[in-house]
């Protein structure tokens, strides 16, 4: 049996300058054995190709409805960052892989495959949705609506962990439960069972992922830190050669 391995988090703003600097300096000072990135296969291949799908790409690659579920995604999220000043040519993933070819250091990939988010996402997200959010919206009281407000506003260089973003999160939670299920605590969990492995591997580990999933994973790898790993979970390791390996969980 490995020796137990460990875990540094560094929770960041995915388009954030101040954060990608922030991910370079913390890969560079631990020099961990891998590097876990919050990414699957498919969106670390485009990372290494240096571009981005276009519309006929996903469609070759993901149904029909899947493939306009996640361009609308996608784009109401480049849409934010430009509209919070942020350049969303680079992010928080990209200079961690970089970093980690940089040091030669292997790449975990930990989140869940996009096309399984985004078909869970769809099963769960209907034309009922937006009524009920405003139906959810107008029974938050002055206070509710001006503390979001307040949230909303939080200076993405101040973010440092999850407690930051935390309160965001709730108010999600409150407003839309079938999304921040989906796209929150899913993932959460797969990532703290794919960083758990890691773990028990004996592997020293620098894990980047979004503020919002902090949290949530620091929770359930709590939970499981006295368990073994679960032999069927699957976590996929790519070298700084490129070459897609699996690792071995004892």
């Known amino acids: 049996m490995s ?18 600097r ?10 961990p054995d ?25 469609l070759r690659e993901l149904p029909p409805a899947t493939a306009a579920a996640y361009t609308v995604l ?5 849409t934010v960052v430009r509209l919070y000043g942020l350049d969303p040519s680079q992010t928080d993933m990209e200079v961690a892989v970089e ?10 990939l930990i989140d869940d495959p996009i096309a ?18 405003f139906a959810r919206a107008q029974r938050m009281g002055p206070e509710q609506q001006a503390a979001q407000f307040e949230l909303m506003t939080l200076p993405f260089e101040d973010v440092t962990s999850g407690e930051d973003v935390q309160p965001v999160i709730e108010q999600m939670r409150s407003l839309l439960p079938e999304l921040t299920d989906v796209m929150i605590d899913r993932r959460d969990r797969a990532m703290a069972a794919r960083l758990h492995a890691l773990r028990a591997a004996g592997h020293d580990v620098v894990a980047v992922i979004g503020a919002g999933h902090h949290l ?20 996929p390791i790519r070298s700084s050669s490129r070459s897609v390996t699996r690792i071995p969980i004892d």
Request: no cysteine; aromatic share 2%; charged share 35%.
């Open 3 to 20: 020796a137990q391995g460990s875990i540094t988090f560094v929770p960041s703003v995915h388009f954030s300058p101040t954060h990608r």
């Open 22 to 31: 922030r991910v370079r300096r913390t890969i560079r000072e631990e020099e």
């Open 34 to 58: 891998i590097v876990a990135v919050e990414l699957d296969e498919r969106r670390y291949d485009r990372i290494e190709k240096h571009g981005r799908q276009s519309p006929a790409e996903l």
């Open 74 to 78: 996608r784009t109401i999220q480049r």
């Open 99 to 108: 970093t980690a070819a940089e040091l030669n250091v292997d790449i975990a």
């Open 116 to 133: 399984e988010t985004v078909n869970a996402l769809a099963s769960r997200v209907g034309p009922e949705l937006i009524p009920k959010l």
């Open 216 to 235: 949530g994973i620091q929770r359930t790898l709590d939970d499981l830190e006295s368990r073994p790993a679960d032999e069927t979970v699957d976590v």
